[in-house]
């Protein structure tokens, strides 16, 4: 039952989104657009509660329960950006907008970047975290938490292989290719006659 509300919460979550966007700028109904875009936190909620009743009602704490409380801390974190990222895709599409803005792709403001990435993915992991521990809590000494503590582990990991990569753009940011420079190649006899 978790899986399939796991997979309902992200096939709704487009699905919102599309909507969304949708109508802001092909309807230019704005309030509209508002409302439904306020709904993504609410699918959320949903397999929060899901999941605890689940638990509640005796089932045995498994993996499906460890990657709802993932999926919760990425949405938290990521969510938000996601639908900024695509509100301004859709804004330069239908909307006549300008072009969004690139993330920058060399030298420090590119470590810059993935440093708030990482950090973004130090919200998820914590997020994350916190729902697991808490259902470690509320499980108790009456089931088996391992799986729990297994994506604990698997929340740690994620945080760790951002900051990995983060730390790989500062120590070793990339550099902006040199301007290519233009070929010198002698004057033929009819370019020197028209000086």
Not at 45 to 57: H, S
Not at 65 to 79: E, K, N, P, Q, S
Not at 156 to 185: D, F, S
């Amino acid at each position: 039952m978790i899986v399939a509300l796991i997979i309902g919460c992200e096939v709704g979550f487009w699905v919102l989104l599309a909507l969304g966007l949708a109508v802001r700028y092909v309807l230019k109904w704005r309030r509209t657009s508002v409302v439904l875009l306020l709904c993504e936190p609410v699918l959320e909620l949903v397999l929060f509660a899901a999941t605890a009743i689940d638990l509640r009602n005796g089932a045995e704490p498994g993996w499906e329960h460890g990657l709802a409380a993932l999926y919760i801390g990425y949405t938290v974190a990521f969510g938000y950006r996601t639908i900024r990222w695509l509100d301004g895709h859709a804004a330069h599409r239908l909307g006549g907008g300008p072009p969004p803005v690139k993330p920058p792709r060399y030298g420090r403001a590119r470590a810059r970047h993935e440093a708030g990435l990482w950090l973004r993915a130090v919200y998820g992991g914590a997020v994350a975290l916190a729902l697991l521990q808490l259902a470690v809590w509320y499980v108790g000494d009456s089931g088996d938490v391992s799986s729990l503590r297994a994506f604990q582990w698997v929340a740690i990991r994620t945080v760790g292989i951002y900051g990995l990569v983060a730390l790989g753009y500062w120590i070793w940011p990339p550099k902006e290719p040199a301007a290519p420079v233009a070929e010198h190649r002698p004057m033929t006899s009819k370019e020197g006659a028209q000086r």
